[in-house]
């Protein structure tokens, strides 16, 4: 994204000498300043000078190409140091006027339309995200661009303001006699919807793979998921996970909480997908060995003792926590510490109390110490329901 921005930037300033009189030194020198700070990787006074330089262009320029090049600027900036709420002004003026740039302008504002839905969405402004979306989608089909990456990545948008009026929809209600109605079928409905928005630009990224980026292809992928999960759906959905975890993998880490997310619907499915099948049955029909921390074969001492996790009550879904440790010499565990959990926090304490009971083989005479460090473990919790049927 730096490269992308920092190219995208030169483009802007170089575009101030097609006018017949250079842009006005309040404009210039405000995004010159911009331009070096950002070179200098001080996006904090970038991020102001970017803004200066912006309103400067609405007083003395008005509806201009150039005005909106620089409210790009500025709300991309914002939107990349994570100042949703700041950037949603900028980038709504940078698509606004997207259409000044003349035979480039459809597809430039189908682009920042995509990076507004962004700030829109994670600032929860999503009945407006999905005005704009619409909107769009309209002036894409309009254009005959309705077929272009940035056209898929509005459709990733639109899928994933459906999955999340799914997971609202699923919530109980209550009607005039007080009873309460399940909303089950009106979320999968809507969940399908977002499946068929994901597909969609899936068929889009497919035939344009030197451009799509991989985030997107992985959230599709994982909205996939969510549709099959919740129709138990348990092999589909498994596969979808899986293709969204193979694309994370490839420019993630496992810290990152888009990533365990996946890593974490994915587990639960697998949980069903094998609650009735063999493991290699399961394997021939797709499961992959993809959990991203099992390297505790690798390790020279042997567990004598484990000491299943205590359920915790305010648990609502199976999860798993991965912990590391050390071994002293008698195979006691040290230095105990949750490297991820998910659902995030839930299943912490409960696995570093059961962690700490643990006990190992003693130090063998000559045994390298490094066997007995960085040891990397997974605790899996199953929550079943509430009459011991299948797993939550």
Avoid at 16 to 27: D, Q, V, Y
Avoid at 93 to 122: F, H, Q
């Amino acid at each position: 994204m730096k490269v992308f921005l920092s190219l995208f930037l030169a483009t802007v300033f170089l575009s101030s000498n097609i006018f017949a009189k250079p842009l006005p030194p309040e404009i210039l020198k405000p995004n010159k300043a911009f331009n070096q700070s950002y070179a200098n990787q001080d996006y904090k006074t970038a991020l102001k000078h970017g803004k200066e330089a912006w309103k400067q262009a609405e007083k003395l320029l008005g509806d201009s190409k150039n005005t909106g090049d620089l409210a790009y600027n500025y709300g991309l900036l914002a939107m990349q140091l994570g100042k949703y709420d700041e950037a949603i002004e900028p980038l709504t003026r940078s698509a606004d006027l997207a259409v000044l740039a003349k035979e480039i302008g459809p597809l430039l504002r189908l682009e920042r339309e995509v990076e507004l839905a962004s700030v829109l969405i994670a600032t929860n402004k999503r009945t407006k995200a999905w005005k704009r979306l619409d909107a769009a989608r309209e002036f894409a089909g309009a254009n005959d661009i309705d077929d272009s990456v940035f056209s898929g990545e509005l459709r990733v948008h639109q899928a994933r303001i459906s999955s999340d009026n799914a997971n609202r929809a699923t919530k109980y209600s209550y009607n005039t006699l007080g009873s309460r109605i399940n909303r089950d079928s009106k979320a999968a409905n809507i969940q399908s919807k977002s499946a068929q928005f994901s597909r969609d630009a899936l068929a889009i990224f497919d035939e344009n793979p030197d451009t799509t980026r991989a985030t997107y292809r992985a959230v599709a992928y994982k909205l996939i998921g969510f549709s099959h999960e919740r129709n138990k759906e348990w092999k589909q959905a498994l596969l979808a996970y899986q293709e969204a975890m193979a694309i994370q993998k490839t420019y993630s880490t496992i810290e990152d909480r888009d990533y365990i997310t996946t890593i974490g619907r994915w587990i639960n499915v697998r949980t069903h997908f094998t609650h009735d099948i063999d493991m290699d049955e399961a394997k021939k029909q797709g499961l992959c060995e993809c959990w991203p921390y099992d390297n505790e074969g690798t390790i020279a001492a042997k567990p004598i003792k484990r000491v299943p996790p205590v359920m915790p009550r305010k648990a609502t879904t199976s999860g798993f926590s991965i912990v590391r440790f050390d071994l002293d010499d008698e195979g006691n565990v040290v230095n105990p510490e949750i490297l991820q959990s998910w659902p995030v926090k839930m299943y912490d304490r409960a696995s570093l109390n059961s962690l700490k009971k643990w006990k190992y083989e003693t130090k063998i005479d000559g045994e390298e110490g490094a066997q007995r460090t960085g040891i990397v473990s997974t605790i899996k919790y199953i929550l079943s329901d509430y009459y011991g049927g299948d797993p939550i």
